[in-house]
């Protein structure tokens, strides 16, 4: 099954400040501020939902095609991510911009000042689908991860008009998108992926409810947290499909892309929509014992063996 996964390629650059901040912080001096924090701890990670999501598919033994735009700074991480398995040929290099970065810094309360550069990202509204299916010979289903906001429209739109199967998941870019493109980005998804936060902005955003949103696609799938996944579909009553426990909690960040790639692993293997999500569900929960989203060690042979359906599973 041919999978190709648009959306965000970036890095993230996350220090840690052992102070507070407010201890910094001058009342009545706020709209002059001028502040330096020594960090004393520096992570660099691989990240972007896009990548994050394609690195899931490949290390549960698919081949995704990734398709984003990233700068020439990307070359060690597009080695990392092909000898994983993913095929990084559609990726877009800028030749003036630097690859999305995500510069955050923590203090000892947990406040957080952050700054995000979207780079090359501002240029994947340059790339078609067209050419990319024309070189592998066919998609069988786009995800439309977060990304460009008129990338996304863009490769919705050409989806609709290619004949592509297609997954929205708009994800954070909810936030910067009006009802008009809202409501462009859903209509006749064969997946829409939220968490419960995503789920109630989407409805104010789209001025759908859910039943209006639900008769223009095919399955909208919400994650829960600890509280596991709900499947919903028109006409018919909803599914509630428990989480997997995790071993131990570590890190949350890109969580929700593991999910995805687990569910869409399941899907290109034709299981049940119950055991996909399983699947995604259980691949979410390596990522949160690990630090980063693309540093967890996992037998895919195991892990599917873990909640592969059996002959006569349900759907």
Partial sequence: MHIAVTGSIATDHLMVYPGRFADQ??????DKVSLS????????????????????????????????AAGRDFAEYRERLEAAGVDADSVLISRTRHTARFVCTTD???????????????EA????????????????????????????????DECRALGFSFAADPSQQLARLD???????????????????????????????????LSRLGTWIT????????IARASAEPLAVPAVTADRVVDPT?????????????????????????????????VLGAVGSQEYD?????????????PAGAS
């Fill in 25 to 30: 912080l001058i009342k009545g001096s706020l």
């Fill in 37 to 68: 924090f020594l960090a004393d701890e520096l992570k660099i990670r691989r990240g972007g939902v896009a990548a994050n999501i394609a690195y899931g598919l490949a290390r549960l033994g698919l081949r995704p095609i990734l398709v984003g």
């Fill in 108 to 122: 000892a309360d947990q406040n957080q000042i952050a700054t995000f550069y979207a780079g090359a990202m501002s």
């Fill in 125 to 156: 509204r340059e790339l078609r689908l067209a050419p990319v299916a024309e070189r592998v010979g066919g998609l069988d289903l786009v995800v439309i991860a977060p990304d460009d906001p008129e990338a996304m429209l863009r490769h919705t």
């Fill in 179 to 213: 009802r008009r493109a809202t409501r462009r980005l859903l209509a006749g998804a064969e997946f829409l992926l939220t968490n419960e936060y995503e789920a109630e902005l989407l409805k104010q955003r789209s001025g759908w409810t859910e039943a209006q949103v």
């Fill in 223 to 230: 994650t829960r947290g600890a509280e596991g996944v709900r």
């Fill in 254 to 286: 890109g969580v929700g892309d593991a999910f995805r790639a687990g569910f869409f692993a399941g899907h290109s293997r034709g299981w049940p929509m119950t055991h996909a999500v399983r699947l995604g569900c259980a691949l979410a929960t390596e």
């Fill in 298 to 310: 996992v037998s895919a042979t195991e892990l599917m063996r873990r909640v592969e359906p059996s």
